[in-house]
């Protein structure tokens, strides 16, 4: 059974830092990363990390603020939020994502995780 579980989402003032988890079960992955998706608006890339050589991928709009990384031996993948913006205020979904000369792409909603609701008061 295919498993991304997130957890660490909460209301955060803006300024501040948060970190999401996502553990992953239940199938093989070239890599795991990050969607997000506002209410009303569109889904948006935030981050993807390939499995076998942890090279990394961010959205425009968070570069230099998170930071993906993962503890392999625990299949756990970590998105550290800092410096968050109210504009950050999303759910953010765990998904299978891969790379392809050299930008991500992300499997379909079989391989997201329910996702995890972030708040950004100003």
């Known amino acids: 059974e295919v498993q991304l579980v997130e957890s660490g989402g909460g209301l955060v003032q803006a300024g501040g830092s948060l970190s999401l988890s996502c553990v992953v079960a239940g199938f093989t992955f070239e890599g795991i990363g990050w969607l997000r998706q506002a209410p009303g608006g569109p889904r948006e890339v935030v981050a993807c990390?390939?499995?076998?050589?942890?090279?990394?991928y961010y959205g425009d709009s968070i570069k230099g603020r998170f930071t993906i990384s993962s503890d392999a031996a625990a299949n756990t993948y970590y998105l550290q939020m800092n410096n968050v913006k109210p504009e950050d205020a999303a759910t953010y979904y765990c998904?299978?994502?891969?790379?392809?000369?050299?930008?991500?792409?992300?499997?379909?909603?079989?391989?997201w995780g329910k996702g995890t609701l972030v708040t950004v008061s100003s």
């Open positions: 998904a299978r994502c891969g790379s392809n000369d050299g930008r991500p792409y992300y499997y379909g909603q079989d391989y």
């Open positions: 990390m390939t499995r076998a050589d942890r090279r990394t």
